[in-house]
């Protein structure tokens, strides 16, 4: 039986602002911040005990090893670098898991088994940094190569950032789906992470039928007003699309060109006179985790922050009245991550696949979410200032954490 599982990033113990991220608004505006580890991956795993008790499964992928003892060394930090170039390799930016691979479920590819490319994530340092790991974990949870194929990241400089630029759009999870990517031109005021032909060659390498896969421009717009990435303003689920009107460059050919290979496309689209896009992106609207619940329905997971917007909440609750696709509005406080510029949806990867495929220790219940939050609560670091990056104190600290966790999740092969 093949169903959506949705991975989330545990976040991890060195979890901080250190500003890193050119273009991603939050990351800017909060550099040089306290952050809360403890409560950042308690947040998380808040988040996940909720869509565990919504949709009966959920997975997740660990935080990778920080500090990066191998980032640290090629780097040749001396204490004259800036403060940024110390804080890429204690960076948890592993926790938005959106970010760490694309997935193309068995039923879309030629040889019927799901695919995985880990994300090259080449446009920034810190996040560089992640795929070699990230591969060895998804290397391990779908290990089961007779459903499987877990490729190797496109190679630089295409910059490839994954799920966040990819959509599916289906009429069930075992049916053929048609798999949209957004990619972005580069030009403006903020980087493009996503390359059109890192797009393509994903397509490529999944075995994905050309006329079921659709490549879209995101707007430059979009992208200039803090949309790094286009699961910031659009998010699909079943036959819906959920997107801003301005996401991208042609609104209306976009549409057009999906309908094309998927007719029973539809659109729940939020127009810029009811939330403009810089509302949007404050908000994280559409960084929203679009959920089938069992009974058939569909409910949006957004952060805590889309309440507290008048005019967000005034399109929510229009919405609702309406009778639209999307029946409930959930909000989830994960301010910690948001801070960073990671939503609901940045935190989890999704999986269309048969969980008894996979490495069950990346499966959470009940009992393992109460272990992991022990785990944090006695391990992870309550508060993290900028400027203990670098300290060896801290260093000993969160790897003492990771080392745990693995620990009691069985994957000290990993540590
Ligand atoms: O890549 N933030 C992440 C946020 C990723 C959100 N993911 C999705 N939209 N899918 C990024 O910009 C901030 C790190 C810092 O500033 O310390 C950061 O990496």
């Not at 890429?88 to 040889?111: F, G, K, L, Q, Y």
């Not at 996503?194 to 430059?220: C, K, M, Y």
């Not at 009974?295 to 889309?306: K, Q």
């Amino acid at each position: 039986m093949l169903t959506e599982i949705n991975f989330d990033g545990i976040v991890g113990p060195s979890h901080n602002y250190a500003g890193l991220s050119l273009g991603n608004i939050a990351s800017a505006s909060h550099a040089g911040d306290p952050s809360y580890p403890r409560a950042a991956a308690l947040q998380g795993v808040a988040k996940m005990r909720g869509n565990l008790a919504r949709l009966g499964v959920q997975g997740f992928l660990l935080p990778l090893p920080r500090p990066n003892r191998a980032l640290q060394s090629a780097l040749a930090l001396d204490g004259s670098e800036p403060p940024q170039l110390r804080a890429a390799p204690w960076s948890a930016s592993s926790m938005w898991t959106a970010n760490a691979a694309t997935v193309s479920p068995a039923p879309d590819t030629r040889d019927g088994r799901c695919h995985l490319t880990p994300a090259n994530l080449v446009t920034m340092l810190h996040r560089a940094q992640e795929w070699p790991d990230t591969k060895r974990q998804l290397d391990i949870a779908f290990g089961d190569t007779k459903h499987f194929a877990v490729h190797d990241a496109v190679p630089p400089t295409f910059g490839d950032e994954g799920a966040a630029n990819h959509m599916r759009l289906c009429e069930s999870h075992d049916a053929p789906g048609v798999e949209v990517f957004v990619y972005g031109k580069t030009g403006g005021r903020f980087p493009a992470r996503q390359h059109e032909q890192a797009s393509r060659l994903v397509a490529r390498a999944h075995g994905l039928d050309p006329a079921r896969t659709v490549f879209i421009e995101q707007n430059p717009e979009a992208i200039a007003a803090g949309a790094f990435h286009n699961d910031v303003v659009a998010v699909a689920n079943g036959p819906v699309l959920f997107t801003h009107a301005e996401a991208f460059t042609d609104q209306q050919a976009a549409y057009a060109a999906i309908r094309a290979a998927f007719p029973a496309l539809e659109v729940v689209e939020v127009p810029a006179s009811a939330v403009s896009l810089a509302e949007a992106i404050r908000t994280y609207l559409f960084n929203a985790q679009l959920l089938t619940l069992p009974d058939g329905s569909m409910a949006l997971i957004v952060p805590e922050e889309c309440r507290e917007s008048a005019a967000v909440w005034s399109w929510v609750e229009t919405m609702l009245a309406g009778n639209g696709p999307i029946r409930q509005v959930i909000p989830v406080d994960v301010r910690q991550s948001m801070a960073n510029g990671g939503g609901p949806a940045c935190l989890r990867l999704r999986v269309v696949c048969d969980p008894a495929t996979v490495d069950p220790r990346f499966l959470l219940d009940d009992a393992k979410a109460d272990a992991i939050e022990q785990v944090i609560a006695t391990y992870w670091p309550e508060q993290i200032d900028p400027a203990d990056l670098g300290s060896e104190s801290l260093a000993r600290t969160v790897q003492a954490a990771r080392a745990r966790l693995l620990e009691i999740l069985l994957l000290n092969k990993l540590g």
